[in-house]
């Protein structure tokens, strides 16, 4: 689509930042709803950040994602944080307007609705969870399952002062029992769980894999990975094999998207077939 002077321009800031694929999935709705805009990719070093976000927002830009390293970054810079954020203490999406900089996480959203709108039966108050990864995507898995009312969410991470941190952060922001696993007790905690999540990098594309027994978790607990390259990982593979139901990782990559776009652009876009397999080309 041609673009005129009144085209509506946003993007993602990482570093590095090749590897996204928001661009194609912006590009796609943009496309699909015949909008005047355009959706780029920003790479920017971290000492770079905010004098980058100011540049953009002065330049007239909608506002930006931000992905790693820049999420705890970029709620310091905010003018105003969404409450559910500041929870959460961490950003991935900004909006400007007259207020100046407005920050958001949407990574939560994304996360509930991949699960809600799939097959495989989530049901928050179906008994724990467990989280693998202590990051910045397992931060924000963790308070949106502690929001949605799991009775008790455990964490378990390679370095474990790290799990530790985020559990204690989050614990006088909601309610709901936190647990901190050690690393190397990860397969014990598995025995009574509805619902096991990959938060980490392990079993990515060019990583190394998540060693899991799986012995202990129960065969109707639901196992998500929100990693989506490859689509089935081998966490996912070795639970689909034993009867879990599984969620890949996709889907919470496309609905996480659906507010800044709509924040940006003035559509709220749809996640749809068509869109996964736009997605999932090469």
Known sequence: MSHSGKTRVAGVMGWPIGHSRSPRLHGYWLDHYGIDGAYIPLPVRPEDFEAAVRGLAAAGFQGVNVTVPHKEAALRICDQVEPFAAKIGAVNTLTFNEKGISGSNTDAFGFLENLRNSPAGYKADAGPAMVIGAGGAGRGIVAALLHDGVPEVRISNRTHSRAGQVAAELASNFEGKIAVVPWDQRADALDDISLLINSSSLGMSGQPGLELD??????????????????????????????NPIVDGLGMLLHQARPGFHAWFGTNPEVTDSLRNRMLEP
């Open 214 to 243: 799986l012995d202990k978790l129960s065969p109707g607990a639901l196992v998500n990975d929100i990693v989506y390259t490859p689509l089935e990982t081998p966490l996912l593979a070795d639970a689909r094999q034993r009867g």
